[in-house]
């Protein structure tokens, strides 16, 4: 079985279901009529749903992926994911209840961001405050960012050389998924260039450390780069290592920014040229049942699908068609095949499945696998496939 041409997935499901009992019983029994899942009044159910399990479930301590436990307060990535989603869907539906989430978040937090001053990770819920700012103009809402973002412009550090970690670069592709919206919403709300300067020298030096343009694809770190006399780590199949949820997050990120950034900045078209081609491997590593695996080049090697990788794309992919960066004839298929797997890791209950848990590489998922991030992925999502059904 192909899973990286698109037309058969009901049979790569019905795999999954007998490998793994626990993941499909909601697939054993076909609806006399099943719902309608492009509609608009699906969109807002599914998105419903997901928010109110997930707001009802907030981690406070997630598994890492090599044993022990990590923390996650309310101001960490992880919960700066999940009200990413939550603010696009406040946008979209304009629900008040994702707004109130948003503001009871934001106030807890004193509209703070994460304890690390120059770190990515600590800069990704004030994404929430600086578009709660954006609604209501209360200052105090982004003062403690602007600070923030204020002493890297006054103290600019090198970028990423080696290691992967490090508190004052991006050397992780995550990063681009936590920082850069971030540095653009700040821009916009205060008309000041120097902010989306500021992210536009740190992304490319990120890209020159990360992105292989040979595969359109990011190297989740510098341990997974594949050196120029081809050494470095490999697959079992012998590919090269791209972590889905790492692209995922690369992809989202060049969403969020594109949306935010003027289209009279001199930078843009890189953005769109870069969008456009990680565009294009995506769709044709696509799993048949809509979804991605977690290692993109090696499906067979993790060959259940993930969810929170496939949010991000979904998202990404739909995005660029409601802004006119990708065509109809190419895209529409695969974002509607994604938005149709990511309504099957959606269970009844409203938990999104099939989420990766906190990691940094390809590794295999349940169906009891769920996280914030992936919650937060599946809105974004939702929130670009309401403006297809508008359309």
């Known amino acids: ?27 054993t029994e076909e609806p006399a009529e099943a719902p309608d899942i492009f509609s608009r009044e699906s969109i807002l159910s599914a998105m419903e749903s997901a928010f109110d399990w997930q707001i009802d479930n907030i981690v406070y301590s997630a598994p890492l992926p090599d044993g022990g436990f990590q923390d996650v307060s309310d101001t960490e990535w992880v919960r700066g994911a999940f009200f990413a989603g939550v603010m696009a869907a ?19 937090n004193g509209w703070q961001p994460g ?12 994404q929430t405050y600086a578009k709660i700012f954006l609604a209501k103009r209360d200052p105090r809402m982004i003062e403690a960012t602007v600070a923030r973002f204020d002493e890297m412009i006054f103290e600019p550090r090198p970028g990423p050389d080696m290691g992967w970690a490090e508190d004052d670069n991006w050397s992780w592709c995550d990063a681009l998924f936590m920082a850069p919206p971030t540095m653009a919403l700040i821009a916009e709300a205060t008309g ?3 902010y989306l300067d500021l992210m536009n020298t740190m992304w ?15 190297y989740r770190d510098g341990r997974y780069v594949i050196q120029t ?13 791209f972590w889905s949820r790492g692209n995922g997050w690369v992809f989202a990120g060049l969403a969020l920014v594109l949306e935010r950034m003027p289209t009279d900045y001199p ?23 809509g979804l991605w695996r977690s290692s993109l080049l090696d499906p067979d090697e993790y060959p259940i699908p993930e969810s929170s990788g496939s949010g991000f794309f979904v998202y990404g992919l ?7 960066a990708l065509d109809s004839s190419t895209y529409q298929t695969a974002v509607r095949e994604g938005w149709r797997g990511l309504n099957w890791a959606l269970q009844p209950s409203g938990k999104l499945g099939w989420v990766q848990q906190i990691g940094y590489d390809p590794r295999s998922v349940t169906a009891d696998d769920s996280m914030e991030y992936g919650s937060g992925a599946f809105l974004l999502a939702g929130s670009e496939m309401l403006k297809l059904a508008s359309e």
């Open 1 to 27: 079985m192909n899973i990286t041409q698109r037309g058969g997935g009901f049979a790569l499901m019905m795999l999954a279901i007998v490998l793994f009992p626990g993941c499909g019983g909601r697939m």
């Open 90 to 108: 406040a946008e979209t539906t304009g629900n008040p209840r994702y707004l109130d989430a948003a503001m009871e978040i934001s106030e807890r």
């Open 115 to 126: 304890p690390r001053p120059r770190h990515a990770d600590d800069h990704c819920i004030a």
């Open 192 to 194: 000041d260039s120097q």
């Open 204 to 218: 490319w030096e990120t890209y020159d450390y990360l992105y292989d343009p040979e595969e359109h694809l990011w």
């Open 229 to 241: 006399d081809g050494s470095g780590p490999r697959t079992p199949s012998g590919q090269k290592v």
């Open 267 to 289: 930078e843009r078209a890189r953005y769109e040229a870069l969008f456009q081609d990680m565009a294009a491997t995506l769709i044709r590593i696509q799993g048949e049942d």
């Open 318 to 324: 739909a995005w660029g068609l409601n802004n006119g």
